[in-house]
């Protein structure tokens, strides 16, 4: 079949009903979540020969585009797609460039206490507003690992936006992960519940406390890495495939001597690093304050803003 025809996945030379019927199964219903995998990983997923998977690959990939080189001016509209999601502080907003973008991973690292946890449920509400008030106009998903989630926090920081606290909770969707396997799986049950509703949001809480408590010891640190990066992958994916913003929290290391005295180093190392687009490190302040420190972005300088965390949520500090 010549790739000008290739619209759908059963367009894919080979693709009868049972091999899509086991890509669907797996989450693999669209060229791009074909195009952006490896041959391993895809027949991995679904038990289709490595080399067929290989076909499928090459085939989605030039169907959907995937992979060409693209001019500048190119990449600026595409750029253009990307939405910002107010945190509900104008000086936050301001060191973001606008506020957390679509289609990235954003991270919030910090100690017990910092405010993490307060973002993911900030942004979940302010998600739901419409674009011109600075949300996505979406719903959200969030994984909790450390059974943070609290509903009457998310009642207040809606009431405080003039919004239905129940509608607003209707609309945010909480899977509770107690082990790293369920976490990763987890992706794939949102990426399901994207293709029917409009997930505009996608928040971890906490990314590495699970791998953290399980692959203990340094003859474990390279299978937890792996790990690691291949669910930050599949975070990072979804953010693109549904120009979604993905907001991750983060601890930081409880000994820090072991590390040159740096009290600020955030858990997965290189693997979380480089996955991060946007790196937010979060620390106590005077009179109740948090200091956010932009650490890490492509195109933005490093620079703090103080916020405050009230009864009506995230504001100016």
Known sequence: MSEAKIKNVTDLTGVGPSIADKLSDAGYDTLEAIGTQSPGELSSATGIGKDTCTKFIIEARKAADIGAFLTGTQLMEKRATVGKLTTSSSTFDELLGGGVETQSITEFYGPYGSGKTQ????????????????????????????????????????????????????????????????????????????????????????????????????????????????????????????????????????????????????????????????????????????????VDSPHLPENEALISITEDGIRDG
């Open 119 to 294: 973002f993911i449920l900030q942004l979940a509400v302010n998600a739901q507003l419409p674009v011109e008030e600075g949300g996505l106009g979406g719903e959200v998903a969030i994984i909790d690992t450390e059974n943070t989630f609290r509903p009457e926090r998310i009642i207040s920081m809606a009431k405080a936006l003039d919004l239905d606290p129940d509608e607003v909770l209707s609309r945010i969707h909480v899977g509770r992960a107690y082990n790293s396997h369920q976490q990763m799986l987890m992706v794939e049950k949102v990426s399901e519940m994207a293709k029917e509703r409009p997930i505009k949001m996608l928040g971890v809480d906490s990314l590495t406390g699970a791998f953290r408590a399980e692959y203990i010891g340094r003859g474990n640190l390279a299978d937890r890495q792996g790990k690691i990066s291949a669910h930050m992958k599949e975070l990072a994916r979804f953010g693109d495939l549904y120009n979604a913003a993905v907001v991750v929290t983060n601890q930081v290391l409880s000994n820090p001597a072991a590390f040159f005295g740096d009290p600020t180093k955030p858990i997965g190392g290189h693997i979380v690093g480089h996955t991060s687009k946007f790196r937010i490190y979060l620390r106590r302040g005077k009179a109740g304050r948090r200091v956010c420190r932009l």
